[in-house]
């Protein structure tokens, strides 16, 4: 119980962070805005000309397809080997997520940088890229802590995958796809979805159980 109340109170802080930010990018409150243009000022000050072919490298593989494509692959594997709660987990995860994930960049409404590298569409809060990245990165998490034992190896293991969304998260911005603030509040989104998902899993599997065993029940009935 007493971890369920921490659970909850990390998944309301995530949100709570989130909706503040969401309000200052809404309507463009001058200290974001300010903090944000210095971001990117200090994120491409150092830019070497043709530098930026490596970030739009990392850019590209840490697009939703191929990282939403790994999860669902990932799901694939560990239903194959009969986690199946785990599988339905993942997968429900991403989906309802990227449905929120683009609610939100609908209602904030926030227009992506000025002097983009690459041409971008879509709004800019929160960066759907770091958004999956971190879901992709929390599924290898909590796989590598069902695979294997704890230790360097696996603590190793988890430390490259957070390296590998801190790099994604770095190339959005200085790719000029999106603000400091978007990355930042696609963590906080991932986090406090992935948290908040795992509070609500238990009712929806034990919902789906109860609804099918009652139809099995009036269909011998029948």
């Known amino acids: 119980m007493a971890r369920r109340r921490v659970t909850e109170e990390l998944a ?20 974001l805005t300010t903090g944000d243009q210095w971001g990117l000022a200090v994120a491409t000050a150092h830019l070497a000309p043709g530098g930026t072919k490596w970030f739009h490298a990392i850019s590209t593989l840490g697009s939703p397809v191929i990282t939403g494509a790994l999860i669902m692959g990932i799901a694939a594997y560990v239903w194959w ?18 449905a929120v994930a683009w609610l939100i960049k609908q209602l904030v409404a926030r227009p992506r940088p000025t002097l983009p590298v690459l041409p ?12 999956n990245a971190m ?5 290898v998490w909590q796989l590598l802590q069902h695979q294997l ?3 360097r190896l696996r603590l190793s293991l988890q430390g490259l995958v957070g390296l590998g969304v801190l790099l994604i998260l770095i190339a959005r911005v200085v790719l000029r796809a999106h603000y400091p603030s978007d990355t930042v509040a696609s963590l906080l989104l991932a986090t406090g979805w992935w948290v908040q998902w795992r509070v609500w ?22």
């Open 149 to 151: 034992d704890a230790g």
């Open 12 to 31: 309301l802080s995530c949100f709570g962070l989130l909706g503040i930010l969401a309000l200052l990018a809404k309507f463009r409150f001058a200290l």
């Open 135 to 139: 879901l992709l990165a929390l599924v």
């Open 201 to 222: 899993w238990p009712f929806f599997v034990w919902g789906h159980h109860r609804y099918f065993s009652r139809f099995g029940q009036r269909s011998r009935e029948r």
């Open 81 to 98: 080997r009969g986690y199946r709660h785990l599988a339905w987990f993942w997968g429900s995860v991403l989906l309802s997520g990227d």
């Open 120 to 131: 971008t569409g879509g709004y800019s809060f929160p960066s759907g890229h770091v958004f």
